[in-house]
């Protein structure tokens, strides 16, 4: 693979934030792969997370419907090549009607709906009578048909964002749980966790970050300290999963020692230990915060988690699954541009 060009330095200078030279020498370093590259600077505290390269902002819409009893919901995702169809009323109507479809008839997915029959047509005839109609290509790119003891849904006023989530809980407070998922969903089409709890997230992903937050917390502390202003602690671990017996005990000891250290009589050092060892924790589980929805600070009120939000409402309440739709998500700029991809994906 060629290492850097003028093009890919460009790209991961937007990316990242780090500096030319930088941006070089990490491409030539990977061989030219932009993620890896973005990963290398993160990890020399040069460059900020950035998305992946390539992503474009195709159009259309996220369409959620929910059953009448909160047991089943759908997420559709249509798309077309253009924002003004996407506002279309003719489009927007067309999105409802797929979702009906898909929740009335039990549809899994966009492989099934592409072989389901809808208003007495194949499907892929329907569609094709609706993009002459319309006059764009259109593509049913992705949909999700979501099942459970309670279920509810949020999709963003634009029509951009969806998601979807069920949760097991007594059956007396599955009212409150079906109002509570909805603000949760709310919640998670703000801040993009990808994973319901940290125990979800991949070693391999929470070591290489570990890295990366630690790299980027000891360059933000070098300007903090040109600044004269507090640094920031740097933290050992970044998740709760890295957080065993051991580690909290040998951080116990520390704050033990500091505070024998510091001729703090022992009598008092159970009240102060107890907040020190959950400052360590949260200090030591940032990654948790950006990725895990339970982890994260429920934007209801951020001064409790998600965790501790639903536990409030009902101890039972247990999230089981959690769907997130962005629109055009996944789609790669590449070679093509959206309008290709819809082309590729109709078969043209």
């Not at 279309?88 to 898909?102: D, G, P, Q, R």
């Not at 409150?176 to 990808?194: D, E, G, Q, V």
């Not at 929805?293 to 009902?314: C, F, H, P």
Request: net charge negative; hydrophobic share 45%; charged share 25%.
């Amino acid at each position: 693979m060629a290492g850097a060009t003028p093009q890919l330095i460009k790209e991961l200078r937007e990316m990242t934030g780090a500096g030319m030279l930088d941006c070089k020498n990490a491409l030539n370093e990977t061989g030219g792969d932009l993620e890896k590259a973005v990963q290398a600077l993160r990890e020399a505290g040069l460059g900020k997370a950035a998305k992946k390269a390539g992503n474009v902002a195709a159009e259309g819409l996220i369409s959620v419907l929910v059953n009448a009893d909160n047991t089943k919901a759908v997420m559709l995702e249509l798309n077309s090549q253009t924002d003004f169809v996407a506002k279309n009323e003719n489009f927007v109507n067309l999105t409802k009607e797929i979702t009906s479809h898909a929740l009335n008839n039990g549809i899994e997915n966009a492989e099934a709906l592409a072989a389901s029959s809808i208003n007495g047509q194949d499907f892929p005839t329907f569609l094709n009578e609706k993009i002459a109609t319309i006059g764009e290509n259109l593509v049913a790119r992705k949909l999700a048909n979501v099942s459970g003891q309670v279920v509810n849904a949020y999709v963003h006023a634009t029509g951009r964002v969806g998601v979807v989530l069920a949760a097991s809980c007594d059956e007396a407070v599955k009212d409150k749980a079906a109002a509570l998922l909805r603000n949760i969903a709310m919640h998670a089409s703000a801040m993009k966790p990808t994973v319901i709890s940290y125990k979800d997230l991949d070693p391999a992903f929470v070591e290489s970050e570990n890295k990366a937050i630690v790299a980027e917390i000891i360059a933000e502390n070098d300007e903090l300290k040109r600044l004269g202003k507090p640094l920031k602690k740097i933290p050992e671990f970044v998740s709760k999963s890295q957080l065993t017996d051991e580690a909290i005990a040998n951080a116990k000891a520390r704050f033990e020692e500091e505070l024998r250290a510091a001729g703090k009589p022992e009598k008092i050092w159970a009240n102060i230990i107890p907040g020190q060892i959950e400052r360590y924790i949260t200090d030591n589980t940032q990654l948790d915060g950006r990725f895990a929805l339970l982890s994260q600070a429920y934007v209801m009120d951020d001064k409790k988690t998600v965790e501790q939000a639903i536990a409030e409402v009902d101890a039972s309440i247990k999230i089981t699954e959690y769907i997130r739709f962005e629109l055009g998500e996944g789609i790669e700029k590449k070679e093509e541009d959206f309008a290709a991809e819809v082309a590729k994906q109709m078969g043209k």
